[in-house]
């Protein structure tokens, strides 16, 4: 059972590098996200895919792009990575759209833990 | 902007003591929901409360949410070991996830 699978989870970059993160869930759930999450900041929103086939910016898109692959997969990636993207990196997904319907539950990943130096 | 603090920032406490954790904002939300995220773990939903003044157990948690939909607590009974975490709360419309409470529990 294993849920939303992310890879790598831990990554050590130099600035200026590039990667991707990836994610893929086995629930059939519809909608996919990309949080990252920072001392003191909670979890805040870089991308979301609310179905197959969409993308949207969250509340700190910028520096990142996304890829819905299939239904499966969500992929986040980093063009040129700078010290302020280190970070722990979770994907989650629901069975419908968080954003639109508040009660759904999104289920996590474990997070990549990305350093930038 | 909406926004939600939590406080305290950081809880340790003897095993056996009783606890309450905040969730506040200015804004008003259509619901609230609780996760627990373990170290190096990702969250896990807890609750979710949706009518003002609705309150919720789940064995020795009790979620609360407040009458105008602005704000819910957390208390925990006889905190156990096994409670320690970070707990966020999320409110929705668009969804935003609270900084978080630290809640260590010592044996």
């Known amino acids: 059972n294993a849920g939303v699978t992310q890879t790598p989870k831990f990554q050590v970059l130099k600035t200026g590098q590039s990667m991707t993160l990836q994610c893929a869930q086995d629930m059939n759930h519809n909608s996919m996200y990309w949080y990252r999450q920072d001392p003191g900041m909670g979890l805040r929103l870089i991308y979301y895919s609310a179905s197959e086939g969409t993308t949207d910016k969250g509340e700190v898109p910028n520096g990142y792009n996304v890829s819905r692959l299939n239904k499966r997969e969500f992929s986040l990636r980093l063009e040129s990575a700078a010290p302020s993207q280190t970070s722990v990196y979770f994907c989650a997904s629901s069975l419908a759209d968080t954003q639109v319907l508040g009660n759904t539950e999104a289920f996590f990943g474990q997070g990549t833990r990305l350093t930038v130096v | 902007t909406q926004l939600l603090e939590q406080s305290p920032q950081f809880l340790s406490i003897q095993e056996g003591e009783n606890l309450t954790v905040y969730c506040n904002s200015s804004s008003v939300f259509s619901s609230l929901q609780w996760y627990r995220q373990e170290p190096g773990e990702g969250p896990v939903l807890l609750v979710t409360?949706?009518?003002?003044?609705e309150v919720k157990k789940l064995k020795r948690l009790t979620f609360q949410f407040g009458d105008a939909r602005k704000d819910s607590s957390l208390h925990i009974t006889a905190a156990q070991p096994g409670d320690t975490g970070l707990y966020l709360c999320a409110g929705k419309d668009k969804v935003i996830f609270g900084p978080g409470t630290s809640l260590s529990v010592i044996p």
């Open positions: 409360v949706v009518t003002g003044g």
